[in-house]
């Protein structure tokens, strides 16, 4: 599925379209702050992956990017860059989530609609379903509130019926996964488990970013997101999920902007993951030696 946005004009996804608003960015592919939100930092201890990542970042040249990943076991951290990206199809876990969560305030278990969309939501990244359930939810509304629960900081939700402009951060994104895999979460174990079965089962044509880092034979849990631009055709693709490394388990989100190609998109996330990975493996690994 492609995504085209245009300042003022109409965003296709599937058969539904969604009526655009205006972002300063909306044509440069440049990143934001989010108003009213504080300043992104990396958390407190978090290994710096500038130097790690530079061969990539150099090769793709004007490419904007930002990466996070957590390490389940030590609870420690490794990011690169701190801006602030729309998120494509990746916000449809946090949409998954904050409907669970509604669900559970509720005392009730989903319909088996709620089920089938959802289903297709995550598994196919299917657009029309999305955009059911980014109304059922509240659309940005309900999805800020539930952030706050999930423990999210830097993401708001699209304005109207434009969930694929909300904005967050690769640590950001992080957060959420560790909310949808971590047993410190407002999310039920039941909830977890759900989400994390569809994260598991993603369409295979959508095997693809961060799944790239991990080791081979090993399962992961996925979801991305790919937009391109009506006025420059440049490319914001996302990646986020759970992948296991050299033995270790890493919640990990990248996000970029500015890709010339989907493909070129793809291959820039794929490199930045895997350089990620391996670096934060070695370091991990270091400091239990050491």
Same mark, same amino acid.
């Given at each position: 599925?492609?995504?085209?946005?245009?300042?003022?004009? +109409?965003?296709?996804?599937?058969?539904?379209?969604?009526?655009?608003?205006?972002?300063?960015?909306?044509?440069?592919?440049?990143?934001?702050?989010?108003?009213?939100?504080?300043?992104?930092?990396?958390?407190?201890? @978090?290994?710096?992956?500038? @130097?790690?990542?530079?061969?990539?970042?150099?090769?793709?040249?004007?490419?904007?990017?930002?990466?996070?990943?957590?390490?389940?076991?030590?609870?420690?951290?490794?990011?690169?860059?701190?801006?602030?990206?729309?998120?494509?199809?990746?916000?449809?876990?946090?949409?998954?989530?904050?409907?669970?969560?509604?669900?559970?305030?509720?005392?009730?278990?989903?319909?088996? $609609? $709620?089920?089938?969309?959802?289903?297709?939501?995550?598994?196919?990244?299917?657009?029309?379903?999305?955009?059911?359930?980014?109304?059922?939810?509240?659309?940005?509304?309900?999805?800020?509130?539930?952030?706050?629960?999930?423990?999210?900081?830097?993401? &708001?939700?699209?304005?109207?019926?434009?969930?694929?402009?909300?904005?967050?951060?690769?640590?950001?994104?992080?957060?959420?996964?560790?909310?949808?895999?971590?047993?410190?979460?407002?999310?039920?174990?039941?909830?977890? @488990?759900? +989400?994390?079965?569809?994260?598991?089962?993603?369409?295979?044509?959508?095997?693809?970013?961060?799944?790239?880092?991990?080791?081979?034979?090993?399962?992961?849990?996925?979801?991305?997101?790919?937009?391109?631009?009506?006025?420059?055709?440049?490319?914001? +693709?996302?990646? +986020?999920?759970?992948? $296991?490394?050299?033995? &270790?388990?890493?919640?990990?989100?990248?996000?970029?902007?500015?890709?010339?190609?989907?493909?070129?998109?793809?291959?820039?996330?794929?490199?930045?993951?895997?350089?990620?990975?391996?670096?934060?493996?070695?370091?991990?690994?270091?400091?239990?030696?050491?």
């Amino acid at each position: 599925m492609t995504w085209a946005v245009a300042v003022g004009a +109409v965003l296709l996804g599937a058969a539904t379209s969604y009526a655009a608003y205006h972002l300063n960015r909306a044509d440069t592919g440049a990143s934001t702050v989010l108003p009213g939100h504080l300043p992104v930092f990396a958390p407190p201890g @978090s290994l710096d992956l500038s @130097s790690q990542l530079a061969p990539v970042t150099s090769l793709f040249g004007a490419d904007n990017m930002s990466v996070a990943l957590l390490d389940k076991e030590t609870e420690k951290w490794a990011t690169y860059g701190g801006d602030v990206f729309d998120t494509a199809s990746i916000v449809k876990v946090d949409i998954l989530s904050t409907l669970l969560l509604q669900a559970q305030d509720a005392d009730r278990a989903l319909a088996a $609609e $709620e089920r089938d969309l959802t289903t297709d939501m995550i598994e196919n990244s299917d657009n029309d379903a999305t955009s059911t359930l980014w109304t059922a939810i509240g659309s940005a509304a309900g999805l800020d509130k539930a952030n706050q629960r999930l423990g999210l900081k830097q993401t &708001r939700g699209g304005e109207g019926t434009v969930w694929g402009l909300t904005q967050t951060t690769a640590v950001d994104q992080v957060r959420l996964l560790a909310a949808v895999f971590g047993d410190k979460s407002p999310l039920n174990a039941e909830s977890r @488990s759900y +989400v994390r079965h569809l994260m598991y089962h993603i369409a295979p044509d959508q095997d693809w970013g961060v799944s790239a880092a991990a080791d081979t034979g090993k399962p992961t849990a996925l979801k991305n997101g790919w937009l391109q631009r009506s006025q420059t055709h440049m490319w914001d +693709v996302n990646s +986020v999920g759970r992948i $296991e490394k050299n033995g &270790r388990t890493f919640y990990m989100a990248v996000l970029s902007n500015g890709a010339g190609t989907e493909d070129s998109g793809i291959e820039f996330v794929e490199q930045a993951a895997r350089s990620a990975a391996t670096a934060f493996a070695k370091s991990l690994s270091r400091a239990v030696t050491s």
